[in-house]
């Protein structure tokens, strides 16, 4: 089995995300045992962030480097685990609300893909960045 990143980097549907992790530093992080859980927005997820805010966000790493800690919890959590807890921390320090009860939603973002498991953790695809706030 392969870690998070090299999943990622596998897939075709996250170069955006994958560049966000290289240009924020994030990538020895992602690749170490973990546990992690993370919450991967896919490249349309990015494409709808307003014009220009990937653009600035690569302007400014440590904001960048925060709402990539957002996408990530410490643990393995399956969607099974994460719809009994309703409510996880994120590695950033904010809560991520978790409702499973039409589909499986993370905040504002629906999950598209649950449950890739990697060697140091568990992916969840989502169609949305999610914000802290």
């Known amino acids: ?34 546990p992690f859980t993370v919450f991967a927005p896919n490249d349309d997820a990015f494409a709808k962030l307003p014009p220009g805010t990937i653009a600035t966000l690569l302007q400014n790493i440590p904001q960048l480097a925060r709402i990539l800690k957002y996408h ?3 643990g393995k959590l399956t969607q099974t685990d994460l719809a009994t807890i309703g409510t996880v921390t994120s590695v950033e320090g904010s809560p991520i609300k978790i409702n499973c009860d039409h589909g499986f939603e993370v905040k504002n973002a629906t999950v598209l893909a649950a449950d890739i498991l990697a060697d140091n953790g568990v ?9 802290m706030g």
């Open 72 to 74: 990530v919890v410490a």
């Open 123 to 131: 992916i969840h695809v989502i169609d949305t960045v999610i914000l």
């Open 1 to 34: 089995m392969a870690d998070i990143v090299d999943i990622a980097v596998g897939a075709e549907s996250f170069k955006t995300l994958v560049a966000a992790v290289q240009a924020a530093g994030l990538v020895e992080t992602l690749k170490s045992p973990g």
